[in-house]
DNA sequence: TTTATATATGTATAAATGCTCATATGTAGG
DNA sequence: CCTACATATGAGCATTTATACATATATAAA
């Protein structure tokens, strides 16, 4: 390559472990599923059985994807008796759920 | 389910399609190749060749995903000679990046 | 202790995704 | 017109990922 603009610095980007921790952060919201079970943690705090209800897909499935937020430290939980409840672990989460969604209201879809 | 909270109501969320576009928006971002490329161009309009170097990855492969890109909306180019130019159609985008970045320096990693 | 309910987990499967390789298209210069 | 360079595209492949099904665990109640 010839060099295609004149100017001849490349902007630093970010170090490689930051953009990757940003790219595993953007992939849990990449997801419908986990999508519907944040947006509805972001008011209440949810036992496993309504988060089915809400997410609309078998609960193997939800623990399944329970399991990841929580892995990713994105959700924490308490037990009581037989239900387990979940809730956001951080309100940052909140912020950057609503950017996107700001995003899209502002383009008028 | 016994209803296992005494609270009986659950939020409503937003649209179905809305969460769908939400979580288009998300993918993007949830991607390593595709990150670079939108970082790199946050300061700059840069052509394929520039983007090659920065994303270090395979020209076809930088290509792909300029095309989805292009597809999602979220970049415009200009034909100049032989080089094609890639900017950011957007500044909410570079909001949405920032977001995440000002989330993971604030959690301390 | 037996049973029912709530949640978790292992495994297999199907779909989505991103890459590379090969090749096509487009443009400028000789 | 032919060649070289920049970019785009199609096909195939390998990996990841989200789900369902079956089953395990845990707790409460009978």
Redesign the pocket.
Known sequence: ??N?SGINFINKLPEREMILNAVEMY?IF?????LRILLALLENEL???KI?EVAG????????????LKQMNIVK?R?Q?????YSLKDEHIEKIIGMVFEHLKEKGE
Do not use: P, W
């Open positions: 390559m010839e295609c992939k990449a997801d419908e599923t986990r036992c496993v059985s089915v897909i078998s609960q193997s499935a939800v623990s399944h994807q329970l399991r990841i939980y037990k008796g037989k239900n387990v409840f």
